[in-house]
């Protein structure tokens, strides 16, 4: 059983920044967006917008979640990030913090987790993780991101 940190730290901004640079499918504009919602969380009491989960490593975060509440819904969730460092592919870290994090979401009284990707070629192995882990893919939208980068929309009932 794994265990995740959930409190962020003052060396995550940088760390998680690096983190999904080094997965290589993330914009420069994604990246800031990653680190402005840890800077962001951690300026606001814990817990408040949005939940994280960081996988330790020994010398820099080896992955992580961020996910949330949708405001307005009835109890469904998002996961807004999810990321594990390319040396660590495929050796099921990325199960066990998605795996975590829905179970947080149910503690929480979460009945739905939604998680958007790409259809890019390069997001395929996410699409893929998604759909092994019982992720339902409901929509797509064409180029949503941009031409030819279309919008996929997964969920899984909890
Ligand atoms: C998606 C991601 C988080 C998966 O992390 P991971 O630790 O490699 O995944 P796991 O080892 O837990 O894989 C669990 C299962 O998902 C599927 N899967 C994961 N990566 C896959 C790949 N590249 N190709 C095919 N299936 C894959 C497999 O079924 C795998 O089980 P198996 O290894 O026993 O066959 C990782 O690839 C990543 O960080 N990608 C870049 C960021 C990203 O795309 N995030 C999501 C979109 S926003």
Do not use: Q
């Not at 914009?27 to 408040?48: C, F, H, M, Q, Y």
């Not at 009945?111 to 790409?118: G, I, P, Q, R, W």
Request: aromatic share 10%; charged share 25%; net charge negative.
């Amino acid at each position: 059983m794994n265990e995740f940190r959930s409190d962020l730290n003052a060396s995550d901004e940088a760390d998680i920044a690096a983190l999904v640079t080094r997965t290589g499918v993330f914009n420069a504009e994604e990246v800031a967006i990653a680190r402005d919602l840890v800077t962001e969380t951690r300026a606001k009491a814990p817990g408040a917008d949005y939940l994280f989960l960081i996988a330790d490593g020994v010398t820099h975060v080896d992955g992580y979640t961020c996910y949330g509440r949708i405001p307005g819904t009835d109890n469904r969730y998002e996961l807004y990030w999810i990321a594990v460092d390319p040396d660590s592919h495929r050796h099921g870290l990325g199960r066990a913090l998605l795996e975590a994090s829905e179970c947080d979401v149910r503690r929480r009284g979460g009945t739905h987790l939604f998680a958007e990707t790409s259809t890019r070629d390069d997001y395929a192995p996410a699409r893929r993780f998604y759909t092994a882990n019982g992720y339902v893919c409901y929509a797509e939208v064409p180029d949503f991101h941009a031409d030819g980068d279309g919008l996929a929309i997964f969920g899984k009932r909890l």
